[in-house]
């Protein structure tokens, strides 16, 4: 079956699963294969559960007309997406960034879904299959589409632009994030430009942060609509107060607007103005806007104030890089608490610079007053020596020091790679 005769069927179907556990009646399911399964073996429990259509690859497989037999399903979930983005009018605002992306994709979607119809991509569905995922979500009325684009090879965001072909674009920053996949810094920036070049292919236009250097220099050429503290900026913005969440004040022309958000750290004021930009960008009132921005909650351990038990928490450990990790420790410099803690989870995927980059923020700490630093993971372990400082070597190690030393009446800074599963920490507060 081509091409065509599979997107007519997904057009009678509810939608697509790559996921025989939650198959929907009436699905199209996608056996998609990895390193370690084979997706083709769970094509009969997804069509027993009630899908219209499994898209196979493997000819065993094939039992009846049930099961669709392509060279490659991943590739052909891929060119199914390229084709529904080919007969949508909808434009598509394309977002990635080293940091801030999913939570500049979350209040933009926020703010423009005040007063439009929109389709976002959900959670962290940013790579070359969630990326075709969320293009399927789009409907024919949808007014714009938001799709978040991460990537950890150079080369993965030009492919996503392929399939996507977006109208707008955001770059949030280029820093030193999956380094071991980019080879070095300089392959960040080439990776991440990627999405600069496929918005001055298609003749599209970028929302750019005036205050970053790097990108206004990158998107030279390109039609932009600015936003930051720079005169310059089409959007203007200012930081009122940080502590204990930010406040911000933006200008529409003459008309100032103050915002209390519910976001921890001066690093999330250019995703907040980046979501102001593009709702005034798309005609959203200023009153939505700023309604939208301050009624949004963050979660999945991105920038949360939370009030446990014992402490005050800002939990921000979903993901960490030098930079990020580096802007939250000056952020909680800012937050003046009285009884701070921090605990910091070693940054992942930093390849051959990752001891020198550990050591960077260990330096960092020490200009500080900090005085209770838990640092945890066997990067940061190889810094033990550093007196003032308490080394774990795993989150569970941290975990049975604190069932014997417990935290209370602190407000303690958490930030550290995914892999690090720091949240664990959360039941000892």
């Given at each position: 079956m081509d091409l065509e005769g599979i997107y007519h069927i997904w057009e009678k179907s509810t939608g697509i699963s790559t996921d025989s556990r939650s198959v929907k009646k009436g699905n199209l399911f996608f056996s998609l294969s990895g390193d370690n399964f084979n997706g083709n073996k769970f094509a009969t429990q997804a069509i027993e559960k009630g899908a219209i259509a499994a898209i196979i690859d493997d000819p065993d497989y094939k039992t009846d007309d049930n099961y669709i037999l392509v060279d490659d399903s991943l590739d052909y979930l891929q060119q199914l997406?390229?084709?529904?983005?080919?007969?949508?009018?909808?434009?598509?605002?394309?977002?990635?960034?080293?940091?801030?992306?999913?939570?500049?994709k979350e209040l933009i979607s926020s703010v423009l879904s005040s007063q439009k119809k929109i389709s976002y991509t959900k959670g962290n569905l940013n790579n070359h299959i969630g990326v075709p995922l969320s293009l399927m979500e789009i409907q024919p009325d949808t007014e714009i589409a938001i799709i978040e684009m991460g990537a950890?090879?150079?080369?993965?965001?030009?492919?996503?632009?392929d399939i996507a072909t977006p109208d707008f674009g955001i770059i949030t920053n280029i820093g030193k994030a999956h380094l071991e996949g980019f080879g070095n810094y300089e392959g960040v920036v080439k990776a991440k430009s990627e999405l600069y070049s496929a918005i001055k292919q298609n003749k599209g236009e970028v929302f750019l942060n005036r205050d970053d250097d790097l990108l206004v220099d990158l998107s030279d050429g390109i039609k932009s609509f600015t936003y930051g503290i720079n005169e310059d900026a089409d959007i203007k913005g200012e930081i009122i107060k940080t502590n204990p969440s930010l406040e911000i004040k933006w200008y529409k022309n003459d008309e100032a607007n103050i915002i209390q958000t519910n976001l921890y750290g001066k690093y999330n004021f250019p995703n907040i103005m980046a979501a102001i930009a593009c709702g005034i960008y798309f005609g959203i009132s200023s009153t939505s806007i700023s309604s939208a921005i301050a009624n949004y909650?963050?979660?999945?351990?991105?920038?949360?104030?939370?009030?446990?038990?014992n402490n005050t928490i800002?939990?921000?450990?979903?993901?960490?890089?030098?930079?990020?990790?580096?802007?939250?420790?000056?952020?909680?410099v800012d937050f003046h608490s009285e009884e701070p803690v921090l605990i910091l989870g070693d940054m992942f995927e930093l390849g051959k610079e990752s001891t020198q980059e550990h050591e960077k923020i260990i330096e960092q700490l020490q200009g500080t007053n900090f005085n209770e630093v838990f640092l945890v993971g066997k990067e940061f372990c190889k810094f033990?020596?550093?007196?003032?400082?308490?080394?774990?070597?795993?989150?569970?190690?941290?975990?049975?020091?604190?069932d014997v030393n417990p935290l209370k009446n602190k407000t303690i800074l958490i930030k550290g790679s995914r892999g690090m599963k720091l949240e664990m920490l959360m039941e000892k507060f």
């Open positions: 997406s390229k084709l529904h983005r080919e007969k949508l009018k909808t434009p598509i605002l394309a977002i990635t960034g080293s940091n801030g992306k999913t939570t500049t950890n090879h150079i080369g993965e965001i030009k492919f996503l632009c909650i963050p979660d999945n351990n991105r920038s949360q104030l939370i009030k446990a038990a800002l939990m921000d450990a979903y993901n960490a890089n030098p930079v990020s990790m580096s802007g939250a420790i000056n952020s909680f033990a020596d550093k007196e003032k400082f308490l080394f774990f070597e795993t989150t569970e190690n941290l975990k049975s020091y604190l």
